[in-house]
């Protein structure tokens, strides 16, 4: 029996233009093993790959990513941050030619992140946009809290000087943009050394503390209590003007002289006030205050000037 065999001179059927990873058999399993989530974007096709890793943090499943439009997929990551930035509002997240896309989003539904956002243009095998995702929220999370320890007053919870004095510039710069009034309050303790000697430094750290807790206690939302050096706080009190910044510290004065401590003696301290004037420097206008804080020692203690 004669055997006829034939062959075909025809190529196997080729890939699917679309599917990247038809010939990678390890494509997938690889791109799903990451820490970071991969999206790639080919030009006329749409979205063609996308990582589980990638869509556990925008909370959709893989299926419905690859289904998407890269407007579609834009959309979705609008709701998902509250407060986008231009480049997100603007969808222009993915390169329009050549050069890299860096954003930062942070996340808020359904759940909370910070992804690290990094899309650049390949033109091999076929042009794309490759999109690769991080997430680092617990890396901003500890930036954020070692950010938080340089700032803040260990003893009181207070910004420290160097904390406060950021935040005052910038605060400075916004009134005089505006044309508003911005004043400022010192403050030392009366006789603290003799607390400190007579005391110890331990019932010295209490009184800190209370004091610091009774002029945050006085102030709103938008100002500022810092303690400035041992003894002294500097309270920033924005859009107040000099009467009103008066009231706020008699309020204050007032209010540790009848705090409860357990010591015969009160707790005194004396203030100085003073309003920022046009073209004025911090460190001038917090040299005035203090210096009428020496006044008021001088002239008793216990009051403000």
Known sequence: MQVITTTSSSPPSAAPAHSWSAGIPFLDPLINSLDCGVLLIEDGAGIVVASHPLAAMFGLAVDDILRMTPDRLMDHLLKLVEYPSDNLRARKLLPADGGVVSERLEITRPFRGIVRWVARRILEPRPAT??????????????????????????????????????IRREILRTRRYAAPISFVMFDIDNFQKINAAHGPGTGDQVLRQVARVMAGQLRDSDLAARWDQDEFLLTLSGTP??????????????????????????????????????????????????????????GRNQVR
């Open 130 to 167: 490759l999109v690769v995702c991080s997430d680092i929220t617990a890396a901003s999370d500890l930036s954020s809290a070692y950010e938080r320890l340089t700032v803040t007053d260990a003893l009181t919870g207070l910004s420290n000087r160097r904390g406060a004095e950021q935040m």
């Open 242 to 299: 000099l009467d009103n910044a008066l009231l706020c510290a008699e309020r204050v004065r007032k209010g540790v002289a009848r705090m409860s401590m357990l010591m015969s003696e009160p707790v005194l301290v004396s203030g100085g006030v003073v309003q920022l004037v046009p073209g004025e420097a911090l460190g001038d206008v917090v040299g005035r205050a203090h210096a009428l804080v020496k006044v008021a020692k001088s002239s």
